[in-house]
């Protein structure tokens, strides 16, 4: 069914790519008490579209393990959240191909989220999520030609985590939020993230200049 699913993506999509900024710089997006729990990732049953360079489970589970970690890792409240994500379908694309028929790397994965203390999953079903590689100058023309193998799954890891992100933010009653309250909280985050960007950057430190003295006299 995923490999399906992405098929169908690569045939109606072959010309977009799905764009996830690098926010990793910015403060988080506010989920109440949120703590990252166990990082679980699966790809034992991962399948592959025919045109794609190769990767193996291991591969894929460490991808999303770190881009999930890099995302989630950062929050420290007091209530521990499970993240699990299995890796359903991918195509990262070959290099050697002719630019008009250059294909996209995408990814389809499931994810699912569980309140560690009340030992309770608290999506009723997993939430499959499908995505491209950034959009960019080298992306548009497939990027088995421009970026390694390696490149391509970081890349797909870390837009699938952020859509995990997405996902989470609509439903902030998980994390003992109102919509209300997510709403203030995105809104005092969007301004902090404005007023650092407003904020004149530290100086360049003035370069060490060594006073170097009259060469020393031999005789003494």
């Not at 166990?38 to 770190?66: F, G, H, Q, Y």
């Not at 890792?73 to 209530?79: D, Q, V």
């Not at 995408?106 to 079903?125: F, G, H, M, R, S």
């Amino acid at each position: 069914m995923a490999l399906m699913r992405l098929c169908l993506a690569l045939c109606l999509m072959a010309g977009l790519s799905a764009c996830a900024r690098n926010d990793l710089a910015e403060p988080p997006v506010p989920l109440g008490e949120f703590a990252l729990g166990l990082n679980i990732a699966v790809a034992d049953k991962v399948e592959m579209v025919p045109i794609s360079r190769p990767a193996t489970p291991d591969e894929w589970e460490a991808a999303i393990v770190k881009a999930v970690d890099d995302r989630f890792g950062r929050y420290e409240g007091t209530k521990l959240y499970n993240i699990g994500i299995s890796v359903d379908a991918y195509a990262l694309a070959p290099p050697g191909i002719p630019v008009v028929a250059a294909p996209k790397s995408i990814l389809v994965v499931t994810a699912n989220i569980w309140d560690d203390a009340a030992q309770k999953k608290l999506n009723p079903e997993g939430h499959q999520i499908t995505v491209f590689e950034s959009l960019s100058g080298e992306t548009v023309i497939g990027t088995g030609i421009t970026r390694s193998r390696k490149q391509q799954m970081e890349a797909l890891a870390f837009n699938a985590v952020k859509k995990v992100e997405d996902w989470l933010l609509e439903h902030p009653e998980w994390f003992d939020m109102t919509a209300e309250e997510l709403e203030a909280a995105m809104a005092a985050r969007a301004e902090t993230i404005k007023e650092a960007k407003k904020a004149p950057a530290d100086p360049a430190p003035e370069p060490m200049v060594e006073v170097v003295g009259p060469p020393a006299d031999p005789a003494n």
